[in-house]
């Protein structure tokens, strides 16, 4: 084998909002791909609608530039650990990644997820220091913290011994040292040659190409993505699928694909070490390898870890199910979300012990609010229960996922989020005051602690707040934790909220639902500002009578209703509440509608303990 000085595989590693998809930008207009007068959308690596609303990466996506004669594939990695399952195929596929960081923020925990996984692959690390025309950029102290990161993650001598970059994205600039002059971004394509080796690769080997990622295209249909460890390919050949377990000979492909700017493009054969995609395959699967007809090789299967975190996907059942959504029956919901597995490796489906009903595995909430706003958006209509941990067996103790939650608040606030996170079992593992103003706060806590916190915590710091987490291993059961201190406002019968009966509820709770919204037996309107749940009759109308007044015709002035996001749905629902989602609408409601039921539900379960 001989390295192949023709191409460069890099990924990007940075934190959400760190600027990597702005980067990606610039080295893309650079490197000549678009004409002078064309017009191109700010971050273009971002396809998705979600992806370009939540300003964060969620699929990993790669594209090609060429820089002196060097093609150079870049993997845009995402930066939330809910999305590892897209961290751990990207890094399959590259030889070196560009660590990004903020000159002010500096790493932060999801760097860390993503830097880690890279520091096990052996891949040197390119450092840029993003965002140094900052106010209050903290550029040697920002450096003296990534190389913290490195001693505390292991890194060797020679990991550590990294070349560093200083960027402003926006601008499309790059410098070796500060103020050398640069106005491009070149010392940043130049520094990525040196720096990052040519895949290791034989052109004369048997072919091995594992496959980690899939795509669809409505002209050729499924089209699988990954790298090409040895040999080649060429159009007409047949091959082997090596799945697990199997191996099916005879497979051709119809198109043969490798990446050009922002594009594939159609090719006849494909070079060992490279990036490239082929169409036509039946039944592929993330992971497979494409090996030779005879005697084939198959390539070590991507492992994720596992998941942390599950919640039930329902038929929705509620009485105004069905008016707006295109797909609502229980075969729709199992395929889309079997099709989801094929795409995403970090997601796993089990089934249930009722037909209608799908237990969905993944890594955090974020993970599972992005499929159910796509699915959402794509014109399915169900229902979700609130987020449950996935605990297992070590040593004969149960054990559940650990987070590490990192904080960044002003200081005042430290009491009040102190006191919320111990009594989630949180236990305070180290707290930086910064001399500004902000203190950095760091707590290990269990999974289950977190969720329905993120809420709570925006509204107790003004919003002033920024926190992240990252999973760090099991550790045996912490024992009850309590969650939402309030109950539910219930509406106890069918209709639409009225502006006399909202007046009524101001010294019960806080609404959710404008006037006019129609409800149902069971549906969840508002928060109650005391424990325990309330039914309360939302649909009340005044009774008109023939006694005029002066101010009986005075404008009544409402407080605007809390409506709440998909995201703060999930994170507010209780264990016998579900989430409603349909294309127009997101509702909540008890899994019990019936009144009386519910009653002698919880009669019960009080006699039971």
Known sequence: ??????????????????????????????????????????????????????????????????????????????????????????????????????????????????????????????????????????????????????????????????????????????????????????????????????????????????????????????????????????????????????????????????????????????????????????????????????????????KVDEPTLSMVFYVNTSPLSGKEGKFLTSRHLRERLEKETLGNVAIQIESTDRADAFKVCGRGELQMAVLIETMRREGYEFMVSRPQVITREIDGKTCEPLELVVLDIPEEYIGVVTEKLSLRKGQMSNLVNKGSGRVHMEFRIPSRGLIGFRSHFLTDTKGGGVMNSIFLGYEPWFGRIPQRQTGSLIADRAGTVTAYASLAMVDRGELFLPVGTPVYEGMIIGERNRNGDLDVNITKEKKLTNMRSSTAEATVTLRPPRMLSLDQSIEFIAQDELVEVTPENIRLAKMERDRSKRAVQQRREKWEN
Not at 48 to 70: F, Q
Not at 103 to 112: D, I, K, M, V
Not at 261 to 286: M, S
């Open 1 to 302: 084998m001989k390295r192949k000085e023709n191409i460069r595989n890099i990924a990007i590693i940075a934190h959400v909002d760190h600027g990597k998809t702005t980067l990606v930008d610039g080295m893309l207009k650079q490197s000549g791909i678009f004409r002078d007068n064309q017009h191109v959308a700010d971050r273009v690596m971002d396809s998705m609608d979600l992806e370009r609303e939540r300003g964060i990466t969620i699929m990993a996506k790669n594209t090609a530039v060429i820089y002196r004669g060097i093609k150079i594939n870049i993997v845009d990695t995402p930066g939330h650990a809910d999305f590892g399952g897209e961290v751990e195929r990207s890094l399959n596929l590259v030889d070196g990644a560009l660590l990004l960081v903020d000159a002010s923020e500096g790493p932060l925990p999801q760097t860390r997820f993503v830097v880690k996984k890279a520091l096990q692959k052996n891949l040197p690390i390119v450092l840029v220091i993003n965002k140094i025309d900052r106010q209050d950029s903290r550029i040697q102290e920002v450096l003296n913290s990534v190389y913290d990161l490195f001693i505390d993650l292991d890194a060797t001598d020679e990991q550590i011994q990294f070349p560093i970059l200083y960027t402003v994205a926006k601008q499309g600039i790059a410098h070796r040292e500060l103020d050398d002059g640069s106005t491009t971004l070149q010392p940043l394509f130049e520094t990525l040659v040196e720096a990052v080796p040519g895949p290791l690769a034989d052109d004369d080997a048997s072919p091995q190409f594992l496959i980690t990622n899939l795509d669809y295209d409505a002209y050729v249909g499924q089209i699988a993505v990954g790298r090409l460890w040895h040999g080649s390919l060429e159009m007409g050949k047949s091959y082997s699928r090596c799945g697990e377990g199997k191996v099916v000979s005879g497979v051709k492909f119809s198109v043969l694909y490798t990446f050009k700017n922002l594009g594939r493009k159609a090719v006849e054969r494909a070079e060992a070490g490279d990036i490239v995609a082929v169409a036509g395959i039946p039944d592929v699967k993330i992971g497979d390898t494409l090996a030779a007809l005879e005697n084939p090789q198959p390539l070590p299967r991507i």
